[in-house]
């Protein structure tokens, strides 16, 4: 089968996004770059929502076989990708669907409605390092985005709130 211009590119640059989170990911559990935040300089946080052209969580855990990385998009596409692990001997398996344009509006809304711009960049525990993690993020146009990692369950409720949201979209997307 076939893939458009539009499904090409949307992989191509899913998996852009992945490095690059992989990279920031790395580099703050070094504690090094700017943290994210009201103020860092050059970055303006957008004024509605919807300036919001995307919203992801990733999930993964160092001793899962994989993780799972789900891009919603306010032009309707979404992409649910398992992502393998060469010790496991899996691979990366992703699906397209289409998100509602009201799911997709009741989400931004909501996350923006939990603080997620006041939230930290980072919540963790320092003595833990192997455990459960997730990222939300989003972007909106000119390219910002602003992501917000947790591992196990440190972080707000508000991180739940929304992830929790995240899931009842995605089981409403018929994945293929």
């Known amino acids: 089968m076939r893939q458009s211009s539009a499904t090409r590119e949307f992989r191509?640059?899913?998996?852009?996004?992945?490095?690059?989170?992989?990279?920031?990911?790395w580099l703050a559990a070094l504690g090094i770059?700017?943290?994210?935040?009201?103020?860092?300089?050059g970055l303006v946080w957008p004024t509605n929502s919807r300036e919001?052209?995307?919203i992801s969580l990733e999930k993964d855990c160092f001793g899962c076989s994989s993780g799972e990385r789900l891009v919603l998009r306010r032009d309707g596409?979404?992409?649910?990708?398992?992502?393998?692990?060469?010790?496991?001997?899996?691979?990366d398996v992703s699906r397209h669907g289409s998100v509602?344009?009201?799911?997709?509006?009741?989400?931004?809304?909501?996350?923006?409605a939990q603080g997620f711009l006041?939230?930290?960049?980072?919540?963790?525990?320092?003595?833990?390092?192997?455990g459960a993690w997730a990222v939300i993020s989003i972007e909106w146009r000119g390219g910002a985005t602003r992501q917000v990692f947790r591992r196990e369950s440190q972080g707000?409720?508000?991180?739940?709130?929304i992830e929790s949201a995240m899931q009842a979209a995605r089981a409403r997307?018929?994945?293929?």
């Not at 191509?12 to 990911?25: G, H, S």
């Not at 596409?77 to 001997?89: I, P």
């Not at 997307?173 to 293929?176: L, Q």
Request: aromatic share 6%; with cysteine.
């Open 52 to 54: 919001i052209i995307q």
């Open 12 to 25: 191509l640059e899913c998996n852009l996004q992945r490095t690059m989170r992989a990279l920031v990911l």
């Open 77 to 91: 596409l979404a992409s649910l990708t398992s992502t393998g692990k060469a010790r496991h001997q899996t691979e």
């Open 156 to 161: 707000p409720e508000a991180f739940n709130v």
């Open 33 to 41: 770059g700017p943290a994210c935040g009201q103020g860092e300089e």
């Open 118 to 130: 006041a939230m930290q960049a980072v919540y963790e525990d320092p003595q833990i390092r192997d």
């Open 173 to 176: 997307i018929d994945f293929r």
């Open 100 to 112: 509602s344009e009201a799911d997709f509006d009741a989400l931004v809304r909501l996350t923006l």
